[in-house]
Every structure is written in structure tokens, then in C-alpha cells.
């Protein structure tokens, strides 16, 4: 199985400071038609997980441009320009290039 | 609007079995992949199952092959998963998902213990 590997587990943060997660894979993610299976979702405390970027660096529908994933192959980052209060709880990156499917141990995103 | 119901859950003891349901509403449920994915009291997300793009072949994570089924019956737009020999291990709640994890629903809780 793809092991994904998320980084810091742990993430406190200063209100309109940037952040960035990174997740790397045990495989590379690029499936043979050409696109790279990776994404990012976002989960609140006592809520559903909703997914943020799809295929490494596409936003889904109404999710802000402070947003951002980037990365290639193994390497994945997903950057927060301003962090805002809404932004806090838990980020997970999924790939899903290669069955089963996969997530990263999720990193929690605080405010400081 | 993309809608998905689970049902299901239950307190059930080790070694036994449930079935849960995921009902879909809001787009063509028979063209998507659809999957299973849990999460643990506390802990992070699992996929426990899934169904491919065309539909036609199904998988699961090793954790659970051999003791859950993944169905789906496109006529009622449902979601099915079969679970039998159930461990302490597979407390969780448990999401369905479209596609790829694009959508979710609220969950529904499954707890095995005795």
C-alpha cells in the first residue's frame, strides 16, 4: 500500500500568517494517463471532512484562493496565504493513484 | 445539491455482523465511484472500501478484506456495506463518499463491543 506521511502532525498558527503542510508519498502518485492523484481535505471538529484541491493543485467549488496545493511525484504541499479563524481542525492528504486508496495521519491546524 | 445519507449504525458485539446504507440523492449515482471511508474515536481517516469509476470492480483495505462487502444497487441509488466478524478495531464512524471524496454525508456511528 502507498504509505502517505503528512508534516508537522502539529501546527500552531499566528491569525493572518501563512502555513504550509506537506505530504510525501511512499510511491509516486502520477497514474498513466498523466495526472498526478492527489488531495486535500480539510475536517472541523464534530464535522464531515470536505475536500479542499483535487489532482495536486485544483481548487474544489467555493473553497477561498488563500488556498493553495502544489507538488509533483511524491512531494506535496498544500500553503495557506492569511490563516483564518474558520481555518482551524484537522488537514489530510489522500492519494488515490493506486488501490486502496490512502490518507496521511492528518495535521492539526490551532491558532496560537 | 449532492446528498448522502448513511444508515445503519449500530452497538454490535464481537464477531457480529451489520449492513450499512448510504442513500444518494442530487446527481447520476450509477456514473460515479463511490467509497467507504471511517474514522476511529480520536483518530484519522480510513478508506475502508470503494467502488471504480466504471462501477465494475470493487476494493478494499486490508484491514477489512475478507470480512466487508461493498455493493450498490444504482435502481435505488444506494450504497451498501456488508460487515461481518466485526472487531473492536472496526469502531468508527463510517462515511460515504463520491467519487473521488468530493462529497460526504454526516456518517453514521458503528461501535462492536461486548
Known amino acids: 500500500d502507498v504509505v502517505m506521511t503528512q508534516s508537522p502532525l502539529s501546527l500552531p498558527v499566528t491569525l493572518g500568517q501563512p502555513a504550509s503542510i506537506s505530504c510525501r508519498s511512499s510511491q509516486s502518485l502520477v497514474y498513466s494517463d498523466g495526472n498526478t492523484y492527489l488531495y486535500w481535505f480539510h475536517q472541523r471538529p464534530g464535522q464531515s471532512p470536505r475536500r479542499l484541491i483535487y489532482k495536486v493543485s485544483n481548487r474544489d467549488s467555493g473553497v477561498p484562493d488563500r488556498f493553495s496545493g502544489s507538488g509533483s511525484g511524491t512531494d506535496f504541499t498544500l500553503r495557506i496565504s492569511r490563516v483564518e479563524a474558520e481555518d482551524v481542525g484537522v488537514y489530510y492528504c489522500?492519494?488515490?493513484?493506486?488501490?486502496?486508496?490512502?490518507f496521511g495521519q492528518g495535521t492539526k491546524v490551532e491558532i496560537k | 445539491e449532492v446528498q448522502l445519507l448513511e444508515s445503519g449504525g449500530a452497538l454490535v458485539q464481537p464477531g457480529g455482523s451489520l449492513r450499512l446504507s448510504c442513500a444518494a440523492s442530487?446527481?447520476?449515482?450509477?456514473?460515479?465511484?463511490m467509497s467507504w471511508v471511517r474514522q476511529a474515536p480520536g483518530k484519522g481517516l480510513e478508506w475502508v472500501s470503494g467502488?471504480?469509476?466504471?462501477?465494475?470492480?470493487?476494493y478494499y483495505a486490508d484491514s477489512v478484506k475478507g470480512r466487508f462487502t461493498i455493493s450498490r444497487d444504482n435502481s435505488k441509488n444506494t450504497l451498501y456495506l456488508q460487515m461481518s466478524s466485526l472487531r473492536a478495531e472496526d469502531t468508527a464512524v463510517y462515511y460515504c463518499?463520491?467519487?473521488?471524496?468530493?462529497?460526504w454525508g454526516q456518517g453514521t456511528l458503528v461501535t462492536v463491543s461486548s
Open positions: 442530487g446527481f447520476t449515482f450509477s456514473s460515479h465511484a
Open positions: 463518499a463520491k467519487g473521488y471524496c468530493s462529497s
Open positions: 467502488f471504480s469509476d466504471s462501477g465494475s470492480s470493487t
Open positions: 489522500m492519494q488515490n493513484a493506486h488501490w486502496p486508496w490512502t
